[in-house]
């Protein structure tokens, strides 16, 4: 997919979900630096075949955010979760998550 995507734009991030999806088909997500024009990318990936599969294109839902995480940031649920039941090793998962000590 790099070699193939590649022709198109930079290529800065290529997935493969271990999963299918409702049709058993695998899917793959491609992220492009620097597009100037998202539609027109779409449609030209869209008509190109990759390992003699014609492949289909979808514009991303939703914008994918940097997972950096700076100074300062909270951490995850699970993360506090995880501390607090490592500096208490006797308490149950349940009091962990209500706070009891």
Do not use: C
Not at 14 to 33: C, T
Not at 55 to 72: M, S
């Amino acid at each position: 997919m790099w070699r193939a995507f590649s022709g198109y734009g930079r290529v800065i991030d290529i997935y493969v979900p271990n999963r299918k999806d409702r049709y058993g088909r695998r899917f793959r997500f491609a992220r492009f630096q620097e597009v100037k024009n998202v539609s027109m990318l779409e449609k030209e990936l869209d008509h190109i075949k990759v390992g003699g599969v014609k492949i289909h294109v979808n514009q991303p839902r939703f914008d994918r955010q940097a997972r950096t995480l700076k100074e300062g940031a909270q951490k995850s649920a699970t993360e506090t979760i995880r501390s607090e039941a490592r500096r208490q090793p006797n308490l149950s998962y349940a009091n962990v998550l209500k706070g009891s000590r």
